[in-house]
């Protein structure tokens, strides 16, 4: 091995957040699933959805929500599997979800405790990832 090349072992925060992320995925899908199996429960989501839109800043349809989780599973599989193997693009992916989550959850919800949860999360996870030991991680 050359001397100039160095090896950057994986921050166990790197492992955390992807894991924490790939299974919260997994999990979140089966709750979606469920709540179009049951009319039930779409329907007390339809009526938490109206509840929520007359605090929203912008309406979004209810369908977009529920297709947005369903296309959000994947992204967020996908980026915190190569995450895990060091690359940047999963990386900047994953950042750029997260945030376009917190975008929407202020659309949907205006200025809620889901959003600063979210915006929290968001913003703990960004000072975790672009530390400078986690940036080398995925720049080597």
């Given at each position: 091995?050359?001397?100039?090349?160095?090896?950057?072992a994986?921050?166990l925060?790197v492992?955390?957040?992807?894991?924490?992320?790939?299974?919260?995925?997994?999990?979140?899908?089966?709750?979606?699933?469920?709540?179009?199996?049951?009319?039930?429960?779409?329907?007390?989501?339809?009526?938490?959805?109206?509840?929520?839109?007359?605090?929203?800043?912008?309406h979004?349809?209810?369908?977009?929500?529920?297709?947005?989780?369903?296309?959000?599973?994947?992204?967020?599989?996908?980026?915190?599997?190569?995450?895990?193997?060091?690359?940047?693009?999963?990386?900047?992916?994953?950042?750029?979800?997260?945030?376009?989550?917190?975008?929407?959850?202020?659309?949907?919800?205006?200025?809620?405790?889901?959003?600063?949860?979210?915006?929290?999360t968001?913003?703990l996870?960004?000072?975790?990832?672009t530390?400078?030991?986690?940036?080398a991680y995925?720049?080597?």
């Amino acid at each position: 091995m050359p001397k100039n090349e160095t090896i950057t072992a994986r921050p166990l925060t790197v492992s955390v957040i992807s894991w924490f992320f790939m299974l919260w995925a997994i999990f979140s899908v089966i709750l979606k699933v469920f709540l179009i199996i049951n009319p039930e429960a779409y329907r007390q989501a339809l009526e938490l959805d109206q509840t929520l839109s007359t605090q929203s800043f912008l309406h979004v349809p209810f369908w977009f929500q529920l297709a947005h989780a369903f296309i959000g599973v994947p992204i967020i599989i996908v980026s915190s599997i190569f995450m895990l193997k060091g690359r940047l693009w999963a990386l900047i992916v994953f950042l750029v979800w997260i945030y376009g989550v917190v975008l929407l959850t202020l659309a949907v919800s205006g200025l809620s405790i889901s959003l600063y949860f979210k915006l929290f999360t968001a913003i703990l996870i960004t000072v975790f990832l672009t530390r400078s030991k986690h940036l080398a991680y995925f720049l080597n």
